[in-house]
């Protein structure tokens, strides 16, 4: 699949607005809750889906249940939400019919609805705790994460849960697919870059050097999946992928998502060995997906409580953001947010 080399120890001098999410953990006493699922939130108002553009299909079709979506998390107790944006691209959109530059504007439009809803439900909560009908400390100013897919996600065939890409994939093939999205998000402003469901080392490299070579200002985080509590879904090492982002200054969290929450602690166990970064976990259900029908096998998963059961094991382990990924919605988060405000 493409070369591979050694990536260098950054010597990039890290910005005041790199300490977003240190700020965020120093205020919500060192672990926050992080959003759910956001297709899935989208369906249960239902939205129909079920396309290349995925969760982004809103933001052509239905911008407004987007807004919905987040304000949802919000109340929920998330101190990150992600932007609508994890299997938008500008090729995507494109095969749509949509100008590159239309494309663009889609891509910032994620940021901009997060970020407003974001705002808009912070000076609410402000001016309830000024009147004295809303507790201070019960929510945080959430970050706005731009959420940006795998190369999988982009090609809709559940590549993103093998990491099979074929033989004559290279670092610079994904360098160049996610150049621009990359930087046209971070131009929107969002607080961090959410870089997700990397299922491979390969994508993980290029993600490194690219951070590096666009030099942005805004931080990111990485996670990855796996499906056995080991290795990254191609089979790759997770250690050695989380070694690989661990060098750069760039990224400031690391973590997995879309994973079955029974592996969750080895993972986060496995991932601290190599890093000190703050660790993300944003399981999924823990239900399976048929890449064939496309579509999440229900009788595999579990239910909110069970979910929230594993948070304190998570926690102890290291992890600092927690979440949900496919499957999961506001009920879960709520309760994990709950989990973690009582202790």
């Not at 994620?110 to 019960?138: L, N, P």
């Not at 004559?168 to 621009?180: A, N």
């Not at 579990?302 to 496919?326: M, N, P």
Request: hydrophobic share 35%; net charge negative.
């Amino acid at each position: 699949m493409g070369r591979t080399m050694d990536v260098q120890e950054d010597t990039f001098e890290v910005p005041e607005t790199f300490n977003t999410v240190t700020e965020l953990l120093k205020q919500a006493g060192g672990c926050v809750a992080t959003d759910g699922g956001f297709a899935t939130q989208l369906e249960r108002h239902g939205a129909d889906i079920n396309d290349p553009l995925w969760s982004a299909l809103c933001l052509i079709t239905m911008p407004d249940l987007i807004r919905t979506v987040h304000r949802e998390y919000l109340e929920a107790g998330a101190g990150v939400i992600s932007t609508a944006s994890y299997q938008a691209t500008i090729q995507g959109f494109q095969s749509r019919g949509l100008s590159v530059k239309e494309a663009e504007d889609l891509l910032q439009t994620s940021v901009r609805i997060a970020r407003e809803e974001r705002d808009r439900f912070w000076k609410e909560y402000q001016m309830k705790v000024h009147a004295g009908t809303a507790q201070a400390g019960s929510y945080q100013r959430a970050l706005v994460g731009a959420s940006i897919g795998s190369y999988g996600a982009y090609l809709a065939d559940g590549s993103e849960y093998s990491g099979d890409y074929g033989p004559s994939m290279t670092v610079e093939k994904l360098k160049d697919f996610h150049r621009r999205r990359l930087v046209v998000l971070a131009d929107a402003g969002p607080d961090l870059l959410a870089l997700e469901t990397i299922p491979c080392k390969l994508e993980t490299q290029a993600i490194v050097e690219l951070l590096d070579e666009e030099k942005l200002r805004i931080p990111a985080w990485v996670s990855f999946n796996s499906k056995d509590g080991v290795n990254v879904v191609s089979g790759d090492s997770l250690t050695d992928c989380v070694a690989l982002v661990d060098k750069c200054t760039r990224v400031v969290a690391v973590g997995i998502n879309c994973t079955p929450p029974r592996f969750i602690l080895d993972l986060i166990r496995a991932a601290r060995k190599v890093t000190n970064k703050p660790i993300v976990v944003y399981p999924n259900s823990g239900e399976h997906y048929d890449p064939v029908i496309k579509q999440w096998v229900e009788s595999t998963g579990i239910t909110d409580t069970d979910f929230v059961s594993y948070v304190h094991e998570w926690r102890k382990a290291g992890a600092q953001l927690i979440g949900g990924c496919c499957r999961t919605t506001p009920n879960t988060i709520g309760a994990i947010s709950k989990t973690l405000h009582e202790h």
